[in-house]
């Protein structure tokens, strides 16, 4: 279980509202390397003044001020590590816990609070010039391929499925599925039967809580439609392989057989 432990802010409004906003052109930043970052985290007094660019997801419920929004973030999400506390001059600004962030910001240094135990807590302070909501796919699982095939779209009596794009990721895979139901019966697509099929192996459906993906429901009404993503282990990205998903309607006179597609990696 991960810990989420939040420090006490207060004393950063304060201070955001009473010292301003400006914004530095991008040709007077100095940026701190990526390869540099783990030695931010140890030592954060050794680079104020210096910008860095970090992701993270928010684990505490922002603080705003009168001209500022305050809050916490682990940059190091999977080990909930690198406590990272933001100060954004921007009180419009809608974070909330769970959200996935990336950050342009300037370093302030080391603080030390204390969290909701009063226990001592120390956090790399950083204030930021942006603040951009992201995503888990995009910051813990990015895609190294994408493959958008054409035609992926096979209608059987009214009940179409759609392959609209596929993401290959370093830790899972992602399947794009649109389902329609443009028959006169409820149609029924269960996740929990598709399959990957690469070479001589069936890969299953699989879950990840902390993505929290849109899902493709599994009961269809005639004339809707549904969008998400089946999710499986990550396949060889250099290899073609097959989409295989089952569906039908409640017409049982009616016979479907598997919605199959075979994925070309050049596409």
């Known amino acids: 279980m991960k810990k989420r432990i939040g420090l006490t802010l207060c004393v950063f409004l304060w201070i955001a509202a009473i010292s301003g906003c400006t914004s530095p ?28 660019e970090l992701t993270g997801e928010v684990f505490t419920d922002p603080e705003k001020g009168s001209a500022s929004v305050s809050f916490q973030m682990f940059h190091d999400v999977e080990n909930s590590e690198q406590n990272t506390v933001v100060i954004c001059h921007d009180a419009s600004l809608e974070v909330k816990i769970g959200d996935f962030v990336k950050v342009d910001a300037k370093i302030d240094g080391s603080f030390s609070g204390t969290n909701a135990f009063g226990g001592e807590v120390s956090a790399l302070q950083v204030t930021a010039d942006t603040v951009e909501i992201s995503s888990y796919a995009e910051i813990i699982a990015p895609a190294i391929k994408t493959i958008e095939p054409a035609d992926a779209i096979k209608d059987q009596h009214g009940c179409v499925v759609e392959v609209t794009k596929i993401e290959i990721a370093e830790n899972e895979t992602r399947v794009y ?4 139901n443009n028959s006169d019966k409820e149609m029924t697509l269960y996740s929990s039967n598709a399959k990957l099929l690469q070479g001589s192996k069936q890969i299953e459906e699989t879950y ?23 999710l499986f282990d990550r396949i060889d990205p250099d290899t073609a392989f097959q989409v295989y998903i089952e569906a039908h309607n409640d017409n049982y006179r009616l016979d479907f057989e598997p919605y199959t597609f075979d994925i070309s990696i050049a596409e």
């Open 25 to 52: 052109s991008e040709s007077q930043k100095s940026y701190v390397d990526a390869a540099e970052i783990a030695n931010v985290y140890a030592s954060p007094n050794n680079y104020k003044g210096k910008y860095i």
């Open 177 to 180: 599925v649109t389902a329609t």
């Open 208 to 230: 990840n809580f902390d993505a929290d993906y849109e899902e493709v429901q599994s009961e269809i009404l005639p004339g809707m439609s549904s969008s998400g993503i089946i």
